[in-house]
């Protein structure tokens, strides 16, 4: 940019003509937008624009996209154990539209993996890590386990079978933690059990307290790659300048930009085509139900089997967190400037060595759950199960004030006498349908636990002041009806 | 960086030019490939909203509160009753993913002119429900003595204006309600949400 002279956009400044130009430079002003977008779009890459650099954007892309449905499916979304899979159902069956932006949603987050891991490899392969990079290579590792944070506190959220099932697997294993462990656990379900302080624990972290962390981290990651540039091709070397460099636009834009094409094509197509199923809802007591987490979860899931007892401490901490150590701290201990993959055979040979156990850790979960006849017909069930709820026509839950709610009163025939008795007197106008209590007068369930039968009758015969000042009326029946009223007052719980 | 260079030239008045502007690229065919771009990236948003839309516009296009026709059973079983008859009836109320189911008293009568009604028994003065009482051949609400007639017009007492009616149907030889609340303490029927 420096050299405007080789800049075939260097621009000889016009006089401005028309609104629009007026507007722009009202707003550039002010802002500073066309600076800034000059430095973006004029940034040099060192070797030319590649379809290799595009899955930077291509995140971005996603996140946006992640940002945009989750906020539109939160319209409908509650974060309650007895709510969610309601809203959730609600959502998939009933709204225009919903099954498809949820697809887009579900499939975005294994889109957001797969991406990152290409991301990754493609800095890695490229040695972009090296060259006083350290702090952007860091916030990258924190930004990949914050996305893998998303997609496991994402999964609990329809609260169906699956998810429940999943997360509760994924929650036991923090209970691994030495000294801790168990503490943790709890911490992180709100109580021992899984339940609805879970899902809300889950709700916050998901849509409030990671993205937070998410958005910081990204300003943080794109300043400290502004400030590095791009480190373009292996083969260019920061102390021999000279390199001939590209600007990021309009080719390596366009790359971008097509990538971002095949990405929204390839998510709407799969959710137009596939959208995701929603299981029946969670049921704790289910005890045969086989809880298999989503495919990027399945080498943790598989490497977990292999470390039973006290050998778990060992499989489940150290290793991995040695592995995530090493990983991270990579720019500090591979020091030299060599940026060309085969020329780093001891880096690039242990990467190779990670992805392929993870990639066969996959594979192997997949073939032992197919070769095991049981667990393949428990999952072939749960399929099965999935599919029939998922034709099943939305059913809308009863509100807690509904009939078929309450009403245990009617099984006894005298107390049913004297919900009658309660109705033609009115005492429902004040007191609500079933007791429950209205803004005009008080509830009446439990309150058997409170008076004896014969105390009941004489407040309803004889209201006190306090209860004629509040409204009530006394009762004038005969004694019968008035023995099945207080039968049936008596029943209200 | 030509920015740079105009903060430095306060005096004259130029404008900055963007990168997608027009009239300042020497090349053309790169300012033809900025608006390429940004019409091809507004037509796939303009494309990407239209689920969106549809998603959030929901509750506008569908009804998504209601409340059901009740059935009240064969017309024809009413006709030989001279008194009003009383009834309950399930209703069921739709409001978004709940429903809520609750039984409500009516009454089916018949009008000045002898068609069939139906009459909400909630008294339109404080909400009590109104019961028949034969003896008297009236309406007698037990609360504040207010007396409707047969059809449910206002005798005396307190309430404001008369017993109200509700909505009511006949498919296919079948008596149907469609139950309502209505505001009390005011002189006209006015439906409450």
Redesign the interface.
């Known amino acids: ?2 050299d ?1 002279a080789t800049d ?10 028309g609104l629009p ?2 507007l ?2 009202w707003f ?2 002010r802002t ?1 937008l ?2 800034l ?2 430095q973006a ?1 004029d940034a040099p890459i060192p070797g030319g624009a590649r379809w290799s650099y595009v899955f930077g954007s291509g995140l971005l892309f996603i996140l946006l996209s992640q940002i ?2 989750g906020v ?1 499916l939160a ?2 979304y509650l974060p309650s154990a007895d ?1 969610a899979h ?2 959730i ?2 959502i998939t069956k ?5 099954a ?2 949820r697809s887009l949603h579900a499939y975005g987050s294994s889109a957001m993996v797969i991406v990152l891991i290409l991301h990754l490899t493609q800095t890695f392969l490229y040695g972009a890590y090296k060259n006083r990079r350290e702090l952007l290579w860091l916030s990258g590792c924190a930004l990949f386990i914050l996305v893998l944070a998303m997609a496991f506190t994402g999964y609990l959220l329809p609260w169906d079978q699956k998810a429940y099932f999943a997360t509760s697997v994924g929650t036991n294993i923090a209970s691994e933690f030495p000294l801790i462990g168990d503490w943790l656990k709890r911490l992180i379900r709100g109580g021992s059990d899984m339940g609805t302080l879970t899902l809300s624990r889950f709700f916050v972290a998901h849509v409030f307290l990671i993205p937070g962390a998410i958005f910081a981290l990204i300003a943080l990651h794109v300043y400290l790659f502004r400030k590095a540039g791009a480190a373009g091709s292996v083969r260019s070397d920061p102390r021999a300048p000279g390199f001939e460099t590209e600007s990021f ?2 080719r390596q ?2 790359r971008d ?1 097509g990538f971002a ?1 095949v990405l ?1 094509a390839a998510l709407g197509i799969l959710a137009h085509f596939r959208p995701v199923e929603l299981g029946p809802e969670a049921n704790p007591a289910d005890t045969r139900y086989v809880p298999r987490p989503e495919w990027y979860y399945l080498p943790i899931f598989q490497w977990l089997k292999c470390w039973p007892g006290s050998l778990a401490l060992l499989g489940i901490i150290v290793i991995p967190s040695s592995i995530a150590v090493l990983f991270a701290g990579l720019p500090f201990i591979d020091r030299r400037r060599e940026r060309r993959p085969w020329r780093r055979p001891v880096a690039v040979g242990g990467f190779a060595i990670i992805l392929l156990s993870l990639f066969s850790l996959g594979l192997l979960s997949r073939l032992s759950d197919r070769r095991d006849r049981a667990i393949a017909a428990q999952l072939a069930h749960q399929r099965q199960e999935t599919r029939r709820y998922m034709q099943a026509p ?1 059913e ?4 807690e ?4 709610a309450s009403n245990v009163a009617l099984l006894d025939p005298f107390a049913a006498k004297g919900k009658e008795v309660y ?4 005492c ?2 004040c007191h609500g ?1 079933n007791g429950r209590g209205s803004a ?1 007068g008080p509830k009446l369930v439990g309150i058997g636990a409170k008076f004896q039968p014969d105390q009941l009758e004489a407040l309803l015969r004889h209201p006190t002041r306090k209860m004629i000042d509040g409204g009530m ?1 006394a009762v004038v029946v005969s004694d019968q009806e008035m023995e099945s009223l207080v039968a049936y007052v008596n029943s209200l719980k | ?4 260079g ?1 903060t430095s030239n306060p005096g ?8 997608f ?1 027009p ?5 053309g065919r ?1 300012s033809f ?2 608006w390429l ?1 940004g019409i ?2 507004l037509s ?1 948003g303009a494309l ?1 909203s239209v ?2 839309v ?3 516009l ?1 509750p506008l ?2 009804k998504t509160t209601e409340t059901s026709w009740s059935d009240l059973g064969d017309l024809g079983k009413f006709a030989p009753f001279p008194s009003p008859v009383r009834r309950l009836i ?1 209703v069921e109320h ?10 409500r ?1 009516v009454y089916v009568t018949k009008d000045a002119k002898g068609q069939t009604i139906v009459l909400s028994a ?2 339109p003065h ?6 028949w009482n034969e003896a008297q051949g009236q309406f007698i ?3 504040h003595a207010g007396v409707f007639a047969r059809d449910g017009k206002r005798i005396s007492g307190p309430p404001p204006r008369g017993m109200d009616t509700l909505e009511a149907t006949i498919k296919d030889g079948r008596l149907m309600v469609r139950y309502q609340y209505f505001r009390q303490l005011v002189p006209t029927k006015e439906v409450v949400a």
């Open positions: 940019m420096s405007a075939n956009r260097s621009i000889k400044p016009r006089p401005g003509k130009r007026r722009y430079t550039d002003h500073g066309d600076k977008l000059h779009l945009i449905t539109f319209l409908y709510r309601t809203t159902a609600y009933e709204v225009t539209s919903g498809f932006l636009y309009p834009l366009l930009f094409v929204i939305f809308p839950e009863m509100a004030t509904s009939l078929a109705e033609m007197q009115s429902d106008s349908d005009e009326n | 960086m030509e920015a740079e105009k004259t008045t130029q404008p900055s030019s963007g990168p502007s009239e300042t690229n020497s090349s790169r490939l900025g771009l091809c990236t796939v990407l689920p969106l549809r998603f959030g929901y296009r569908v399930t739709l409001d978004g993913w709940r429903k809520a189911v609750f039984q008293t909630v008294c404080l909400g009590c429900s109104v019961p609400c037990p609360c």
